[in-house]
T-cell receptor, first 117, second 116 residues
Framework: AQTVTQSQPEMSVQEAETVTLSCTYD???????LFWYKQPPSRQMILVIR??????QNATENRFSVNFQKAAKSFSLKISDSQLGDTAMYFC??????????????FGSGTQLTVLP | DAGVIQSPRHEVTEMGQEVTLRCKPI?????LFWYRQTMMRGLELLIY????????DSGMPEDRFSAKMPNASFSTLKIQPSEPRDSAVYFC??????????????FGEGSRLTVL
């Protein structure tokens, strides 16, 4: 069963505009972390932002912020003042407890974001 | 600090050949993960190690795939014999067991494998 769902395979936004990428997940845990990773054309996976589930305040990193709705199990990423360098594939990720009792990141299918000049 | 280092960055080989991908995790990290990324299946976890010991290899597709971690600073992923359907980008990632245990991973740049 899909644990992390990104329903938008592709999105585009004009430079300087704001865009929101959606992610939903499924868990029975109460305390956990969520992540957004970015994969630009160079293919390096780069952590964009993380959210701790027990914190009510939404995480913010410069132009990147999240809208975390714990009850709805929703974890969207908002990019403000979009820049051309934001063009990348964005992955939502959740650290599942594995059979080995360690957490392994499970990724959504990704959203390809294109920032248009 | 150096990040996760993978080699080679690109590998082109012919079907039936042996392929070895290499990874050096970040010093001090006690978990190492191998992922495979394809257009069809996205990012898939193949195997992970804790303190050099393989913990979960349920994602390894076939017996043609094997992974080792002889010491804390080196791991290999081997495919023998390789097939065209193995063509993908293979990522190595590492993390440490922090007091919080966030699960955040640090990735290498990936090895793009093309099997002709």
């Amino acid at each position: 069963a899909q644990t992390v769902t990104q329903s938008q395979p592709e999105m585009s936004v004009q430079e300087a505009e704001t865009v929101t990428l959606s992610c939903t997940y499924d868990t029975s845990e109460n305390n956990y972390y969520l992540f957004w990773y970015k994969q630009p054309p160079s293919r390096q996976m780069i952590l964009v932002i993380r959210q701790e589930a027990y914190k009510q305040q939404n995480a913010t990193e410069n132009r990147f912020s999240v809208n975390f709705q714990k009850a709805a199990k929703s974890f969207s990423l908002k990019i403000s003042d979009s820049q051309l360098g934001d063009t990348a594939m964005y992955f939502c990720a959740f650290p599942l407890l594995s059979s080995g009792s360690a957490r392994q990141l499970t990724f959504g299918s990704g959203t390809q974001l294109t920032v248009l000049p | 600090d150096a990040g996760v280092i993978q080699s080679p960055r690109h590998e082109v080989t012919e079907m039936g050949q042996e392929v070895t991908l290499r990874c050096k995790p970040i010093s001090g990290h006690d978990y190492l993960f191998w992922y495979r990324q394809t257009m069809m299946r996205g990012l898939e976890l193949l195997i992970y190690f804790n303190n050099n010991v393989p913990i979960d290899d349920s994602g390894m597709p076939e017996d043609r795939f094997s992974a080792k971690m002889p010491n804390a600073s080196f791991s290999t992923l081997k495919i023998q014999p390789s097939e065209p359907r193995d063509s993908a980008v293979y990522f190595c990632a590492s993390r440490y067991t922090g007091g919080v245990g966030t699960g955040e991973l640090f990735f290498g740049e990936g090895s793009r494998l093309t099997v002709l």
